[in-house]
């Protein structure tokens, strides 16, 4: 039997910065600018509220900061409430059938912050989490939402481990025993989609991450063989009963998972099974000048698996609409958009809205595509209009942002400041874009300006 756990805790101890890939870089960076401004602007939203009055004030040097206040916190601590402001508003990145960025930067931003680690340590680190996560994924056939768990926080609490290993420069003894602890700590189910408790799942997974390499660092023990063994991570968190243990290919370190599938920055604030269908509804709108009243039925074929997260079909607030395909067309009909602005409970319950949920039909399919998402090979949609005709969209394979159809400079800075500007003055958060977009020659991510000199009226 292969020993899965010690080849990938080797991989994690010894990844040297300056031997990274530079399409690995790339993204590492895109994630953390993307992660860190959807942080600042979840900040406020109830979920962290909750989470963040529950937590105490740090007196310790070692601590780091709740984002964007600057409150000084434990960095378990941080790495929670940061974790849950990070993916509250569904606004985050996506790769590897989860959310990696979500929990990876705030355990990194966290432990971090207290080791005084530079940039160049905070991209190893995203890297080395990244790629467990895809490297422990790889071996799996089936699809983790299938089973009901949430991957961001099953693979993630590896992932977060390991990045956190990494910056503690754990050996690979210490970071085997972070990985192995780490993997009794994840948890999280599809059926808490469209709650609060989502969110916390990265919160949670990033906390664990921190919990995980500062117990190993002090000598507490887990299982070495904790993924590959018959009672061990990969077979009990199976979906489809066979993981690849023993006939897996282990190539972490030379198959650079990351600078193939990247990450998928969104861009809009719902479910990523959402956008492609989004993308081809707002290019009918676009094209045709599509109104409510014109439209009778809006047709959508999209695959078994994402129908499956998206399951309010008849959602009430905000938070039910991030997971309604239902709601992610409405929107794009009557606002001409899918933005913050419409996950709204005043704009869910209005009657034009409601009206339009009904005229939404879903078909699926168990087919899906190459790659990393347990997606459809793509989705369709097209629209029946009031006078019988039919206007189809081209299917959808890559949504707008993600790594093969990724946003330019430009385009990633403008939703930054659109996130950012929600709590931050413009000036200080072009300021902070451009900390992150150069962070390889930050000597200490100390230098960050995360916290809110004032926030904007």
């Given at each position: ?11 994690v101890a010894?990844?040297?910065s ?83 960025s ?18 160049s ?12 996560w ?74 664990s ?8 660092d ?233 916290a ?6």
């Amino acid at each position: 039997m292969p020993d899965i756990t010690r080849q990938t805790a080797n991989f994690v101890a010894g990844l040297v910065s300056s031997d990274l890939p530079d399409r690995c870089r790339e993204a590492a960076r895109t994630g953390i600018i993307d992660c860190i401004g959807v942080m600042i602007a979840g900040a406020r939203e109830q979920p962290v509220r909750i989470v963040s009055a529950m937590l105490a004030t740090s007196t310790q040097n070692d601590g780091a900061p709740e984002i964007p206040s600057g409150r000084n916190l434990a960095a378990s601590d941080a790495a929670l409430v940061n974790g849950v402001a990070a993916h509250v508003l569904d606004y985050d990145d996506v790769a590897i059938a989860g959310h990696p960025s979500a929990v990876l930067v705030p355990a990194i931003l966290a432990e971090g912050w207290s080791l005084r680690a530079n940039g160049s340590e905070a991209l190893a680190a995203y890297v080395a989490g990244y790629e467990l996560w895809a490297q422990v994924l790889a071996l799996e056939p089936g699809h983790l939402h299938e089973r009901g768990f949430h991957p961001t926080a099953i693979m993630g609490t590896l992932a977060t481990a390991a990045a956190c290993a990494r910056l503690r420069k754990l050996d690979r003894e210490k970071t085997a025993h972070a990985i192995a602890i780490a993997a009794s700590l994840a948890a999280g189910l599809v059926a808490n989609f469209g709650s609060m408790t989502k969110s916390l799942h990265a919160g949670r997974t990033a906390q664990s991450g921190v919990l995980a390499a500062r117990l190993a660092d002090q000598g507490f023990t887990g299982s070495l063989d904790v993924l590959e063994h018959r009672t061990g991570f990969l077979r009990a968190h199976s979906p489809s009963g066979a993981p690849n243990i023993e006939n897996g290919t282990i190539d972490i370190g030379k198959n650079w998972r990351l600078a193939e599938l990247g990450v998928c920055v969104k861009r809009y604030p719902t479910c990523y099974a959402t956008h492609r269908s989004i993308d081809a509804m707002l290019g009918l709108v676009n094209r045709h000048k599509l109104k409510p009243d014109d439209v009778r039925e809006i047709r959508v074929h999209t695959g078994t698996t994402q129908k499956l997260m998206l399951r309010n079909t008849n959602p009430q607030t905000g938070l039910e609409a991030k997971f309604s395909m239902e709601f992610a067309m409405a929107s794009a009909l009557i606002a001409g958009r899918v933005s913050l602005s419409e996950l709204t409970d005043e704009f869910v319950s209005r009657p034009d809205v409601g009206a339009t949920f009904a005229k939404v039909r879903c078909t699926t399919t168990d087919e899906t595509m190459v790659g990393d998402q347990p997606f459809a090979p793509s989705d369709q949609v097209s629209v029946v209009l009031a006078s019988g005709e039919v206007l189809q969209h081209d299917p959808v394979v890559y949504a707008k942002g993600s790594w093969q159809r990724p946003l330019s400079r430009e385009e990633l800075k403008e939703k930054f400041m659109d996130c950012a500007t929600r709590v931050f003055e413009r000036g200080q958060a072009a300021d902070l874009f451009e900390q992150l977009w150069n962070l390889e020659e930050l000597d200490s991510i100390h230098s960050l300006r995360l916290a809110a000199d004032r926030v904007d009226a």
